[in-house]
């Protein structure tokens, strides 16, 4: 395994002052934003940074005013990983060695349209950083369903009613699913404990071949939440378990976290504007997954 020990830190005391994505248009309280500019952060001026339709790339990308201070492109939608080996082997090609690869995409662009673009990459192997960040639905088109969205969601296309309770189906397993492939090294984060996504990404960024970071990132305008309690509510989905913070390296699996108790899941859900028709028994329903998803990764990851 890598080990951190042998990687320079990287934190708020020591990080660099130098700014690679500024002057976007995101909404206020962007979780998404957040995650790009902490990661660009740490990886520094020599990336090349490839992102499909979303959210970062239509706020990042309204000529003149680019966001990106290092080189960036807008990939199709389905082929932002293609297009980022494509990039990874033309570098290795001129013999730049000191160059990363990075990808930025939403959970819609990841775990839905773009999915078999990443999974080629994976399984070439090729030395690329994928960076998922997940704000539970296809924000930048009006809050549809992705299949990262959770049950119990409100959006434009499982709207909560009477006969429906918002979105039927859990998220999917992605960070499972990316792992199956065997991949060199795959990781969970949240903005909500950034020195762990800091960490994370500095520690794929050491790494040659393909990685993976799914990044939970919180959407004041598709939540219905505070845009000032964006990083909050991100921790609190951590705090209260339906969110967990893992690695996958040389085939295991490992829990960053592993609480003897879980904050309550209704505090987290009434917060926010998407879940606020839930009743008890869906809240419960909610519950009841998180807690078989924690016994399963405790048989087997622990």
Not at 184 to 192: C, F, L, N, Q, R
Request: with cysteine; net charge positive; aromatic share 10%.
């Amino acid at each position: 395994m890598t080990n951190l020990v042998d990687i320079p830190k990287v934190n708020a005391k020591n990080m660099t002052e130098k700014e690679f994505f500024y002057g976007h248009k995101a909404c206020a309280g962007c979780g998404g934003s957040i995650a790009v500019r902490l990661a660009l952060k740490v990886l520094g001026e020599r990336t090349y940074t490839a992102l499909p339709a979303g959210c970062m790339s239509a706020v990042g990308f309204i000529y003149p005013q680019m966001a990106f201070n290092t080189n960036a492109i807008i990939t199709t939608f389905p082929g932002s990983a293609s297009m980022a080996s494509g990039i990874a082997v033309g570098a290795k090609a001129l013999g730049q060695k000191d160059v990363k690869t990075v990808v930025f995409a939403g959970d819609g662009g990841t775990a839905d349209i773009g999915f078999q673009a990443l999974s080629g990459m994976i399984d070439r192997n090729d030395d690329v950083l994928y960076i998922c960040y997940d704000n539970e639905a296809y924000m930048n088109t009006g809050i549809q369903k992705s299949g990262l969205t959770p049950y119990g969601t409100k959006t434009t296309t499982t709207p909560a009613g009477d006969n429906i309770p918002g979105t039927i189906t859990h998220k999917k397993n992605l960070f499972e699913i990316i792992a199956a492939h065997d991949i060199a090294y795959a990781a969970t984060a949240s903005i909500g404990y950034p020195q762990d996504f800091l960490n994370k990404v500095n520690k794929a960024k050491h790494i040659k071949g393909a990685t993976f970071i799914h990044v939970y990132a919180s959407c004041p305008t598709g939540w219905g939440t505070p845009t000032e309690t964006s990083v909050e509510i991100a921790k609190d989905a951590v705090d209260c378990g339906l969110i967990f913070l893992a690695e996958f390296e040389d085939g295991e699996y490992k829990l960053n976290r592993n609480p003897k108790q879980f904050a309550p899941v209704q505090d987290y859900l009434k917060k926010q504007g998407r879940f606020k028709h839930m009743s008890d028994a869906d809240m419960q329903c909610v519950i009841d997954n998180r807690d078989k998803k924690w016994s399963r990764m405790r048989k087997h990851w622990l």
